[in-house]
């Protein structure tokens, strides 16, 4: 989606800016879902193991969906005005050369050091 579009059912949609995805991954076990390769892994910028609600949350839902549809208590926290300032202010921030040297150093030693593979420790999974 780096190119500002997407393609669905063979029809080309641009894509408004800024634009944000938001994804999610099943569990392993369940059907038709597989891990990321390793270099799709950099594309997102959090991951969130959510867990399951505990059984008086659960209750609560199931009570509340028959009264409440939840998506209408949504509301905006921001807007696309707000958002596009942002990341024009966070484009002016100024960076001295030696900690882009710093930075540029630190992300090259990450792919050196034999004591790390792929972004983690070896021997020891990504957490």
């Known amino acids: 989606m780096e190119e500002g579009q997407v393609t669905a059912d063979g029809r080309t949609h641009d894509l408004p800016s ?16 597989y891990a990321l390769p390793e270099a799709q892994r950099d594309r997102f910028m959090m991951r969130i193991s959510m867990g399951y609600p505990d059984a008086a949350a659960e209750a609560l839902m199931l009570r509340q969906r028959d009264t409440v549809n939840p998506l209408t208590a949504l509301s905006p926290v921001t807007s696309v005005d707000d958002i596009t300032r942002l990341i024009a202010f966070a484009r002016s921030v100024h960076v001295a050369p030696v900690i882009e040297e710093y930075a540029v150093a630190l992300a090259q030693a990450t792919r050196t050091d034999p004591a790390l593979h792929l972004g983690r420790a070896r021997g020891r999974p990504c957490s």
């Open 18 to 33: 800024p634009f944000l995805v938001v994804a999610t991954q099943n569990p392993l076990e369940m059907e038709g879902t």
